[in-house]
Every structure is written in structure tokens, then in C-alpha cells.
């Protein structure tokens, strides 16, 4: 095993943890929290559940992600030119762009959460997880 082999694992070890807890909170955690919790008690234990995956996805994931990324990256000879070539360029382009914007669903499910919005809350959960998916079709993509 290399050291291209590990950065690897951990770099999809850090993508399922980001889209494996979004889909744990949503399809599991929360649909038994509304059948079995009044409101008041899964408000609480929806967003401090919220809050330690955005603290564990910001302070381990999102960095690990990001290390192995730009050494996997720079491995694979990726410039900034080639990101606007046809084929592995821009394929991670558009990965790293959706990467981006469900980030920033992520970021206003948590301000519209902690506001009480929760439509929009739901809403902006939903889109990021959508991204999240298309970021994961896209990173198969690459890895073939």
C-alpha cells in the first residue's frame, strides 16, 4: 500500500462521513424523532445533533477533505488550466463546485435552523443533500 492509497481512504473515508451522517440525520434520525418525541424535545435533540455533526464535519472532515483533496489533486498533475479541459479537469471543476454550493446549503440549514425557520430550514437540508449526491456521482466519476 502507498501513501496515494491512504490519502485516498481518507478522502472518501471524510465524504462518507459528510454524506453518510446527512443521510442518517434525515431518513433515520429525524422521521423516528417526529413519530415518537413532542416538538419541544426534538427541536433540542435535532439541533444539538445538528450541531456536533457541523462541528466534527468542520474541525476533522471538511479539513481532512480538503488536505487529501489538493495532495490527490496535485498527484494526478491537476492545474488551474486543466480544470477547464474536457474530461478529469472538468469533472472535478464541477465537483468542487457543487462541493461549494452544498456547502452553502449546509451553512443556511444551520442559520435558518437556529432561527426557527424551519421550511426553510428543510428546504436548504434537502438541496444539500441533493449536492451532496451529485458531488459523490461526480467523485465516482474521477475514481474511474
Given amino acids: ?12 473515508v471524510g465524504a462518507a462521513f459528510w454524506v453518510g451522517g446527512q443521510l442518517l440525520l434525515a431518513l433515520v434520525v429525524m422521521p423516528l424523532a417526529r413519530r415518537q418525541l413532542d416538538s419541544e424535545i426534538r427541536h433540542h435533540l435535532m439541533a444539538a445533533a445538528g450541531r456536533r455533526f457541523a462541528r466534527l464535519t468542520l474541525a476533522v472532515a471538511l479539513p481532512l477533505q480538503i488536505g487529501t483533496g489538493i495532495a490527490l489533486a496535485a498527484h494526478n498533475s491537476v ?12 469533472t472535478l471543476a464541477a465537483k468542487l463546485g457543487l462541493l461549494t454550493i452544498a456547502m452553502m446549503f ?6 435558518a435552523a437556529a432561527k426557527g425557520h424551519r421550511s426553510m430550514s428543510r428546504a436548504l437540508s434537502a438541496a444539500g443533500l441533493a449536492c451532496s449526491a451529485g458531488v459523490i456521482l461526480l467523485a465516482t466519476a474521477l475514481a474511474g
Avoid: K, N
Fill in 79 to 90: 492545474t488551474w488550466a486543466s480544470l477547464a479541459e474536457p474530461g478529469y479537469g472538468r
Fill in 106 to 111: 449546509a451553512a443556511g440549514h444551520g442559520i
Fill in 1 to 12: 500500500m502507498d501513501l496515494w492509497v491512504l490519502a485516498r481512504f481518507v478522502h472518501v
